[in-house]
Every structure is written in C-alpha cells, then in structure tokens.
C-alpha cells in the first residue's frame, strides 16, 4: 500500500534544535510503511525577512544531509513506490515571496511540491485564520497561487483564514489542506468548517487529517478513534478520494495515544479498517488520494515534460 504523510516539521527541528529526538526519521517512516513523507520548511514566529532566509539555507541544508544518509529524496508524488520510503520538500508559509517572487520556481527546482500560503503571521500573500478570518488575499497572493499552479505547486490552505481560503475556492483552485482538521468536531480556528470542507471537496481539493490533539478535540484528548473520527467525517461531507493523512510530527509537543510517530501509522490502518474503512476507500486514504490529487492540479508530471 502506498502511504503518505503530508506534513512534517523535522527539517525545523534538525535545523533549529538538533539537541531534540526527532519524531521522523527514516528508520520510524520506513517501519510504519510510510512511502512519501513529507518534510516542511517551517520557521514559525515572526523573524526578519534575512532570518526566515537563513533558516531555509539551513533546511535545504538538512534536506541534502538526509539525501547523503541514504533517504531517498523524490520530487513528484506520483514516484512513490511501495515498500520504499522516500522524503519529498514543502513550505510552510511564502513570506520569502513578498521579496522575491522568483523564489518559487528555486523552490520548485529543488523538489517543493506544496506550499502554505502563510503560518500564523499576516504576509504579503494573505491573513492567518488565527488572526482574523475576513482579510482577503491580496493581489499578490491570488497572482502567487497562479504561479504555484502553473509550476506544479499545490497551494496549501492550512493556517490560512476563512476569507482567503474562499478567494481560492472562488477562483476555481483546488487547494490542498497539508494539515488540518474538522471544526464541527473540535471548534479551532485553524480547523476547517464543513462549508469549507465541502467547497474544497466539490473543488477537487485534498485534506491531510493532522493529529495534533489540541485540533482533534477541545479537552486536547485524543487517540486512534479520534483520528478516525475526523477521517470518518469529512468522508459523510464528500470527501471520499479526497482525505489522507498530515501528521505534523515533529510540529506538535503532545500526540494522540497510540500515535507517537510514523512507525504507528499501521495501528492507525487498523483502527480505521475496525469502523468499516477498507479496500480501495483504505488505499485511498493512505496515499493514492492525494496522488490522485496532483493528477488533477499538475496533469503533466514534471518527468514527462519535455
Ligand atoms: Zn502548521
């Protein structure tokens, strides 16, 4: 079965705090089955321009180093291969752009397949949903995500607000959500409400369910169950073909039970097929729903143009 997770800090947490364990590393990846992972360049706060640029040299950095070790590196996910584990790179948040737009197709040369509009500060592309929900994307923001598309770039809508995530759906974007939950399951304001899970549904989107606890469930307890819930959830909203997993290891300081990293990924499956999730709904949900996903935003894989 091909497996992917869409979201991961590790490249931060190697980069920044190299003193930490990691909750990913190739050896818990390749032992949980997982095919693609996907590791984010993520530099959270609000730093200086100069300091989110040298924060990325030294992702790219780490990125190369887990290259070197032996990680195979892919940069479409439509190589993942079964019983291969492989890493592929995101962004987490383009203030970088606002400086320099040619950045992206820099980023795209080195293997990033999916960005995040923004983290959790306002920039020059659009409005965090933990600020304020009614900000619109700019007009530099719409004329990014053009590019994004035009490059094979999913445009990620985890952490962006309400407004700016229906100015996507609005311009006919199927965006990805790398990361996020239900809100009528855990009112967060970084989780999706079913309107929007709907619209992204209908527009030919992806959700990565995250399995942080704080946005499985308000009490922040959670487990295996809860993780199907949200799953099972966004299933009964359309989402068949269109849900799989963001686990945000490495981002998250507590895990559901039962989910402390990617070597448990199996025990998720399970948890799953248990609630009647089985077959190819099962296979879906595991990976090929979000290769299925670029086949829709980027028709002509990268390997075959010419
Ligand atoms: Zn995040």
Known sequence: MILCDTHA???????MHPERPCDV????AARGGV???TLALYVGGSPA???IARAFAGMFAQAEALEASGWKRIGDYRDAREGECAFLLSVEGCDLLGEDPSLLSLWRKKGVRMAALCWNYENALGTPAVRDQDAPL???GREAVKEMLRLGIAP???HLNRRGFRDLTDMGI???ASHSCCAALCPHPRNLT???LKALFSAGGYVGVNFYPLFLDARGRAGLDTVCRHVLHMLDLGGEGRVGFGSDFDGIEKKPRGLAGPQDFPALLRALEKRGVTGDLLRGIAGENLLRYYDRIDPKPERKKE
């Open 174 to 176: 199927a965006p990805i």
């Open 138 to 140: 700019t007009p530099f």
């Open 9 to 15: 800090d590790t490249l931060y947490v190697r980069a």
């Open 194 to 196: 079913d309107d929007q």
């Open 156 to 158: 990620d809508v985890s």
């Open 25 to 28: 590393t190739k050896e818990k």
């Open 49 to 51: 321009l100069p300091d």
């Open 35 to 37: 095919s693609v992972q």
